[in-house]
């Protein structure tokens, strides 16, 4: 057998791809730059409604007026997600041509920002400044999926929540330490604190994303790749198809989560924009009229949005051997439950320190709802189709961010009474709604379930297999196996196991399927068949690249207990004539596991299927 031979059985990508493990300081050093780009965001996040008032604009205006996050993330994100699946440059690669362009803009914008006092050029600072945000931020996230084995997958984004985290604290701890060193307001109109505050976002996101991107080099993708990227159609339209038809094959997952977010992301929304205003109220009995006292409320919604971050960095450390154990479903019910209790105490606190103490259970809902949804996509979806999959994730953020942006300047006017205590009280119920609903999902099958962070507890199904194994050469016909092997593994809960089988010197080409030659064409072959069950939904294989004979690549595969093994009943290399091939002949001859014959044909239905979808 050859030595370059991945005999054992393994995740399918890292077959595919054959990413080198990373050490922990390359890890560290590759998820740096989560630290600027994050500190930019918590500018936007905690600093924009206090400047927007002090630029003159009312409480009942903040919500359309910070239309730019959510806009910017559903126009951008997926749009720039996709097109840097499609990019490949030997210079600058895959995604840091955007991580580079996105960090740049920011740093311009927050550079320029403090110098604005008219409101609508404040505005338009935001959404110049959160498209760089959005450009920088979505490919980043792919980098890392790019970058590392599925095995090290999760404490790579363990060390990204960290930095995310870590940024957020700098910049909410900033805005408290800077508003009580120099809370008085330029000749402009804005406070002195927000000078120093962005020009250290400037130094943040440029140092820390320069000192990233300079210290981690990208993948080359295989040549196959590189010719399918140069021969995929180009322009817009063709980035929304590819968009609408991730949206269509996307994991099951992801749309059971969808529907919870619609809550969760209307309420956290509502939460930034309002707990400035809300603390204001009820702590310090101010209103955004009384501009420079209301920098005192401003200052400290910089240290309670900071303590949560803070405790999202601890809680991150243990958040991901819970999930395991528990399951996301169950762990994010909790976190949400737990987060909208804390909003609604802090709606009723009225002694500023005790205010806070809901931070604490903010920080656990963080930890979970900035680390479970994208680990768990990370872990579910093909790398090299990464980008696309965290922008489809960012649009189910973003539209409920979108929908609460353009309705609740009326909800707050006249349902609410103009009371900024009520809208962090809403926050709070629609988080215990958002809860609820979590608990309403139903988990997926083990065959449709992430294996790094499984959205249900482990143990729920019993069946009899425990293993499907089928080989596959990419071949139309050979997919047909495929697929029927994947409907007994679903059926069972089952995992699936794809063996393909290359020759490492020269294969046969006599029959009238000629056999693979050499590792790269095995690799090939196994991405076609990736390709064809992510567009069936199933996230959850492992796979066999086997240098040799095929039957005995099936029966290696097959060595465990409870087993099953699925094979066609004309193989690779089929010769002519004769009901059953050689190689059904010889695993149903050697087998020690059960084995099905299935009937294939020459795939045309599956050749019709995806030509029409092309």
């Known amino acids: 057998m050859s030595t370059d031979a991945l005999e054992q059985v393994q995740d399918a990508d890292e077959a595919i791809h054959h990413k080198p493990m990373m050490t922990p300081r390359s890890i560290l050093m590759m ?9 930019s965001f918590g500018m936007t996040q905690t600093a924009m409604s206090p400047l927007f008032s002090a630029m003159g604009a009312s409480p009942e205006e903040l919500p359309i007026l910070n239309l730019a996050g959510p806009m910017t993330g559903l126009l951008i994100q997926p749009l720039i997600g996709a097109l840097s699946d499609r990019t490949w440059s030997d210079r600058w690669g895959r995604r840091k041509p955007f991580i580079l362009i996105g960090s740049l803009l920011c740093v311009v914008i927050l550079a320029m920002f403090p110098f ?8 338009l600072g935001l959404w110049l400044l959160d498209a760089g945000n959005n450009t920088a931020m979505e490919p980043y996230r792919a980098f890392i999926s790019d970058r590392l084995p599925k095995s090290q997958l999760a404490r790579g984004f363990l060390v990204q929540s960290m930095f995310t985290g870590a940024g957020a604290v700098l910049s909410n701890f900033s805005i408290f330490a800077f508003q009580l060193a120099l809370p008085q307001l330029a000749p402009n109109g804005i406070p002195y604190w927000a000078y120093v505050c962005f020009f250290l976002g400037v130094v943040c996101i440029a140092g820390t994303v320069g000192f990233a991107m300079s210290r981690t080099t990208e993948l080359r993708p295989p040549q196959w790749e590189l010719d399918e990227i140069a021969n995929s159609p180009g322009g817009l339209g063709a980035i929304i ?12 997952a992801m749309h059971k989560i969808g529907f919870v977010f619609l809550f969760q992301w209307y309420a956290m929304f509502i939460y930034w924009q309002f707990v400035s205003l809300s603390v204001g109220e009820s702590v310090f009995g101010v209103t955004p009229d009384q501009k420079e006292e209301f920098q005192q409320a401003a200052g400290w919604t910089g240290l309670l949005n900071g303590s949560y971050n803070l405790v999202t960095m601890l809680v991150a450390l243990v958040m991901l051997p819970v999930v395991v154990k528990f399951g996301g479903r169950v762990v994010h019910a909790a976190a949400l439950a737990l987060g909208g209790l804390c909003l609604v105490w802090l709606s009723t606190i009225t002694v500023q320190w005790m205010s806070i103490l809901p931070m604490i ?16 996509v990370a872990s579910m979806v093909p790398a090299r189709r990464s980008g696309v999959y965290m922008g489809v994730l960012n649009m189910m953020i973003v539209v409920p961010m979108l929908i609460q942006t353009l309705t609740f300047g009326w909800i707050y006017e006249h349902l609410l009474g103009s009371k900024a205590t009520n809208a962090m009280l809403l926050a709070g119920a629609l988080f215990l709604v958002a809860a609820l609903a979590m608990l309403w999902v139903k988990p997926p099958s083990n065959t449709d379930e992430s294996e790094i962070v499984p959205l249900g507890a482990p143990g729920r199904d019993k069946s009899f297999y425990d293993r499907v194994v089928v080989g596959s050469d990419g071949t139309f016909s050979s997919l047909v196996g495929v697929r029927q092997a994947m409907g007994i593994a679903r059926r ?31 690799r090939h072959a196994l991405q076609r068949t990736v390709d064809d069950l992510n567009r069936q939904r199933v996230t959850t294989y492992d796979s066999v690249l086997h240098a040799g004979d095929v039957a005995d690549g099936l029966l290696q595969a097959a060595s465990g207990s409870n087993t099953l093994i699925v094979v066609g009943n004309r193989g690779l290399g089929a010769r002519d004539g004769g009901a059953l091939g050689i190689v ?3 695993v149903l001859r050697n087998a020690s596991s059960d084995v099905i014959v299935i009937q294939t044909d020459d795939g045309d239905a599956i050749r019709s299927e995806l030509d029409s979808s092309n």
């Open 241 to 252: 198809k590819d968009l609408g038809a991730a949206v269509k094959s996307m994991p099951v």
């Open 116 to 123: 604005i006092s008219l409101l609508w050029l404040g505005v």
């Open 492 to 522: 069972n809960g089952a995992k699936l196991t794809i063996v393909t089988v290359y020759n490492p010197d020269r294969g046969d080409t006599s029959g009238p399927r000629a056999e693979l030659t050499g590792i790269e064409a095995g």
């Open 361 to 376: 259970g903010m920080g656990i809902f963080w930890a979970s709802a900035v680390g479970v949804p994208y680990l768990m």
């Open 31 to 39: 998820n740096m730059g989560f630290f600027g780009i994050q500190f």
């Open 584 to 586: 059904p002949e010889t």
